[in-house]
């Protein structure tokens, strides 16, 4: 990327923000920044306009490019079955823990061995004990 089409970018964005960078950031970002392709760097200015609350810095122009443009947001609905036991596979438990003359009361987590329990922990990737784990 040239120069002046590196002003014509953070002129843009001076514009949009109605913020100024200063001459010593214009230098710093111009140093980091110019390896980029023209078209990375318009389309790192048009995402930064899109995302940024304000005017952006290095971190923020290079960290659109690597955000995904469309994110996934549908994730798998599990069908719960009705259990007893568990709140959609999970079952909250309390253990008393002596702290010299005090007894301490800690609440945990741990999954129900129903299919609740199991689908949240092959879904969801959940790292939790199963009831019978913890003697429950």
Not at 109 to 131: D, H, S, T, W
């Amino acid at each position: 990327m040239e120069i002046k089409e590196f002003i014509i970018g953070t002129e843009k964005l001076e514009k949009y923000f109605d913020k100024e960078y200063s001459e010593e950031q214009r230098k710093i970002m111009f140093s980091r920044l110019k390896d980029m392709s023209i078209n990375e760097f318009n389309r790192a200015i048009n995402l930064a306009i899109d995302k940024c609350k304000y005017l952006p810095k290095i971190a923020d122009i290079k960290g659109v490019l690597i955000e995904p443009n469309n994110p996934v947001t549908n994730k798998p609905e599990i069908e719960f079955i009705k259990c007893k036991k568990c709140d959609q596979g999970f079952i909250q438990y309390f253990k008393d823990i002596k702290d010299g003359k005090r007894v301490l009361k800690y609440s945990y987590v741990a999954l129900c061995n129903c299919e609740n329990g199991r689908k949240q922990k092959e879904m969801n990737g959940y790292r939790l004990p199963f009831i019978t784990e913890v003697g429950l």
